[in-house]
């Protein structure tokens, strides 16, 4: 049974792929990527933007005048504020996110860039990001479009995500393994020592 937020995915799939559409026929594909990618950042960073644009107690009419003084006066492409509108009008502003992240993936498949998540114990240096992309790019022919997380609970290393491939490289996960060595290794021999003990029936 699909979920409600199966449903909003599916939704923001639907809009992006349409917005990509009307976004080639204007050869404006990259700059409108660019665009959203700016009012994703604007979500994130800024709570009473996100609530104007996903709270249901505010009126469609009322949310559409503030959307238009927030984006307009060339603060966006026209094509970017009309799709803005359209989403307020159909009552999906709160999907602006999701819409945003769906694009970006469109885009990059068409561009034939990879989206690269990277989880590191500390922030990347620029020689580490130049190498990655170096290696992505040799391992699937694409240049890569790279997304960085810092999680200090890794110990070191990184966890690398390249569409369904996950690359683990952290310490945690080798301090797991090692730890799954031993355990093996300890019951192997406290049964050794058991079956000393044990006569057959």
Same mark, same amino acid.
């Given at each position: 049974m699909a979920t409600d937020f199966d449903i909003s995915q599916a939704a923001a799939s639907i809009y992006a792929e349409s917005l990509l559409q009307l976004a080639n026929e204007a050869d404006q594909a990259e700059e409108i990527g660019s665009e959203l990618r700016e009012i994703k950042d604007l979500w994130k960073r800024d709570s009473?933007?996100?609530?104007?644009?996903?709270?249901?107690?505010?009126?469609?009419?009322?949310?559409?005048?503030?959307?238009?003084?927030?984006?307009?006066?060339?603060?966006?492409?026209?094509?970017? *504020?009309?799709? %803005? %509108?359209? *989403?307020?009008?159909?009552?999906?502003?709160?999907? *602006?996110?999701?819409?945003?992240?769906?694009?970006?993936?469109? %885009?990059?498949?068409?561009?034939?860039?990879?989206?690269?998540?990277?989880?590191?114990a500390l922030p990347l240096s620029d020689e580490q990001r130049t190498r990655l992309r170096a290696e992505i790019k040799r391992m699937t022919g694409n240049e890569t479009d790279l997304f960085e997380k810092v999680d200090p609970d890794l110990l070191g290393g990184m966890t690398i995500q390249v569409a369904d491939r996950l690359y683990d490289l952290s310490v945690r996960r080798r301090l797991g393994d090692l730890r799954s060595v031993l355990l093996a290794s300890l019951e192997k021999h406290l049964m050794g020592d058991v079956s000393r003990f044990v006569s057959p029936g």
């Open positions: 009473s933007f996100a609530a104007m644009m996903s709270s249901a107690a505010i009126d469609i009419h009322a949310r559409r005048e503030s959307i238009r003084k927030v984006f307009g006066s060339g603060r966006v492409s026209r094509l970017v *504020l009309n799709f %803005l %509108l359209v *989403l307020n009008d159909k009552r999906r502003s709160m999907i *602006l996110p999701a819409v945003c992240d769906a694009y970006r993936r469109k %885009l990059d498949r068409q561009l034939g860039i990879e989206e690269v998540h990277v989880t590191s």
